[in-house]
T-cell receptor, first 111, second 112 residues
Framework: DQQVKQNSPSLSVQEGRISILNCDYT??????FLWYKKYPAEGPTFLIS?????DKNEDGRFTVFLNKSAKHLSLHIVPSQPGDSAVYFC??????????FGTGTRLTVIP | DAMVIQNPRYQVTQFGKPVTLSCSQT?????MYWYQQKSSQAPKLLFH???????NEADTPDNFQSRRPNTSFCFLDIRSPGLGDAAMYLC???????????FGDGTRLSIL
């Protein structure tokens, strides 16, 4: 049973515009949420995280929004750059160590 | 640079022939994890070590074992690989629970 879902397998965005990647989860016990970026032939790279006590966390061009009532989080990238083209994984965890991943969204930023 | 290093990057083994994948870290993190990722699927946690304490996920097959001889190294042993075990195996580390996990580049395992 997939507890973390990324319903869009791919997304294409023009360079300079905003990229919005979405993620839904089903387990109300999740209290920590992360986004990872993955280039081909490399492991996932940690990008940004948010605790369940917050609804927004910003780091440079990357902002993560959390809507606990909707069990939804999103990653905004502004402005999008060609180097942002990668697969983005959403992940969630409880206080334990198990990290539950979504299946990923492939972002293509078109120059 | 502090890193999580997985060797080899590509591993081919025969059906039923034991294989060991290795992971080392220079981050001095307490927790080390092994994930299995099959094509177009999310990474799935197999087990993790918190220091020397081993924690196995309930649905991890008995065929999969792990060893952590010291803080820096962790091994994944597959005793009798089947065709269904062909996958990418990812090692990760974290400083503690509820901290971001840092991943190696993975070992892609093929079974002949």
């Amino acid at each position: 049973d997939q507890q973390v879902k990324q319903n869009s397998p791919s997304l294409s965005v023009q360079e300079g515009r905003i990229s919005i990647l979405n993620c839904d989860y089903t387990n109300s016990m999740f209290d920590y949420f992360l986004w990872y970026k993955k280039y081909p032939a490399e492991g996932p790279t940690f990008l940004i995280s948010i605790s369940s006590i917050k609804d927004k966390n910003e780091d440079g061009r990357f902002t993560v929004f959390l809507n606990k009532s909707a069990k939804h989080l999103s990653l905004h990238i502004v402005p999008s750059q060609p180097g942002d083209s990668a697969v983005y994984f959403c992940a969630s965890m409880t206080g334990a160590n198990n990290l539950f991943f979504g299946t990923g969204t492939r972002l293509t930023v078109i120059p | 640079d502090a890193m999580v290093i997985q060797n080899p990057r590509y591993q081919v083994t025969q059906f039923g022939k034991p294989v060991t994948l290795s992971c080392s870290q220079t981050l001095n993190h307490n927790v080390m994890y092994w994930y299995q990722q099959k094509s177009s699927q999310a990474p799935k946690l197999l087990f993790h070590y918190y220091d020397k304490d081993f924690n196995n996920e309930a649905d991890t097959p008995d065929n999969f074992q792990s060893r952590r001889p010291n803080t820096s190294f962790c091994f994944l042993d597959i005793r009798s690989p089947g065709l269904g075990d062909a996958a990418m195996y990812l090692c990760a580390t974290s400083r503690a629970s509820n901290q971001p996990q840092h991943f190696g580049d993975g070992t892609r395992l093929s079974i002949l």
